[in-house]
């Protein structure tokens, strides 16, 4: 089973940018996704972008269009978020998770997930 962890969360204010890293360990086949996931407190958990591993394709929620970016580098086996312009309203948990069945907004579709990593953004 593929293994990811999340790192980069902490305090950022309003109007700022953010990295977040995923990093991806263990035997993942071509059609392998990673997404990430925010879970705000008493909300449910929500899709935000997911990108596929081996060509590239991105797919992601309107709430985060234009603001932010993912991207992997296989190299470094690490899947990146990289967000600006934040909003309070993007003050979440966020979740790196893997999918061998490609891209999906689904979370019953990812079966790896991290542990989370909080943002906080202030203003």
């Known amino acids: 089973q593929v293994h990811v962890v999340e790192s980069g969360g902490g305090l950022v204010q309003a109007g700022g940018s953010l990295r977040l890293s995923c990093a991806v360990s263990?035997?993942?086949?071509?059609?392998?996704?990673v997404g990430w996931f925010r879970q705000a407190p008493e909300k449910e958990r929500e899709f935000v972008t997911s990108?596929?591993?081996?060509?590239?394709?991105?797919v992601y929620a309107n709430s985060v269009k234009g603001r932010f970016t993912i991207s992997r580098d296989n190299a470094k086996n690490t899947v990146y978020l990289q967000m600006n312009s934040l909003k309070s309203e993007d003050t979440a948990v966020y979740y790196c998770?893997?999918?061998?069945?490609?891209?999906?907004?689904?979370?019953?579709?990812?079966?790896?997930w991290g542990q989370g990593t909080q943002v906080t953004v202030s203003s």
């Open positions: 998770a893997g999918s061998a069945y490609g891209l999906s907004v689904l979370a019953t579709d990812y079966n790896s």
């Open positions: 263990g035997p993942i086949v071509s059609t392998y996704a």
């Open positions: 990108i596929m591993w081996t060509i590239g394709s991105t």
